[in-house]
């Protein structure tokens, strides 16, 4: 699996959109990318995933680049609840690959 | 909705000591995991199964083995309890449908201390 790259931590303004972002420049063609968070104290929570399309769901809206090796997580209105370590993933296919986490981001947001 | 849930949220057991980490999901999933997760190091991977009776080792397996008897519960056995297992213990399982990808579901962990 790719190695992923992302700032240690970012702030972000309650009610604003969080723009969180991911460096992948190894990801391989049948990689896709998962973003998972943490809230303190519990266990991570899936978010969204893609292979090269831009995705939304009800969460956050996937970004990613043409050439595939970044992407960007937004949070488009961003609560206080969003405080967490935002994890970004790159594997074959988590359903049936185990998933290996980096460090995150840890995203505080702001009142 | 859907659930994964680990038997204890807290757990002392003493050093030497035989510990059992049940985790039970209600989703019908094939493939269930086990992390820990320790300040610094992130979740690393401990065990994993794709199917039952199946087992597959992580990236940590030292010092641990794993059960499944059963499709909805996957257990994380210490043999032989030691200080340096004294970590946040995270289950998940995941389900991947005629090629779509549900992404994993995590229980809420179970902080083990060994003393």
């Known amino acids: 699996d790719a190695k992923t790259t992302q700032p240690t931590s970012m702030d972000c303004a309650e009610g604003r959109a969080a723009n969180l972002p991911c460096n992948h420049s190894?990801?391989?063609?049948?990689?896709?990318v998962y973003w998972y968070r943490q809230i303190h104290s519990q266990g991570p929570q899936y978010i969204i995933h893609?292979?090269?399309n831009n995705e939304t769901n009800e969460m956050a809206s996937l970004i990613i680049t043409e050439d595939r090796k970044s992407s960007t997580l937004i949070l488009p209105h961003a609560t206080l609840r969003d405080t967490a370590v935002y994890y970004c993933?790159?594997?074959?296919?988590?359903?049936?690959?185990?998933?290996?986490f980096g460090k995150g981001t840890k995203l505080s947001v702001i009142p | 909705d859907v659930k994964v849930t680990q038997s204890s949220r807290y757990l002392v057991k003493r050093t030497g000591e035989k510990v059992f980490l049940e985790c039970v999901q209600d989703?019908?999933?094939?493939?269930m995991f086990w992390y820990r997760q320790d300040p610094g190091l992130g979740l690393r991977l401990i065990y994993f199964s794709y199917d039952v009776k199946m087992k597959e080792k992580g990236d940590i397996p030292e010092g641990y083995s794993v059960s499944r008897e059963k499709k909805e519960r996957f257990s994380l056995i210490l043999e032989s309890a030691s200080t340096n297992q004294t970590s946040m213990y995270l289950c998940a399982s995941s389900l991947e449908l005629q090629g779509v990808d549900y992404g994993y579901t995590f229980g809420s962990g179970t902080r083990l201390t060994v003393v």
């Open positions: 989703m019908d999933h094939e493939n």
């Open positions: 993933i790159s594997t074959k296919g988590a359903g049936s690959y185990q998933l290996t």
């Open positions: 893609g292979l090269k």
């Open positions: 190894t990801i391989s063609g049948n990689e896709y």
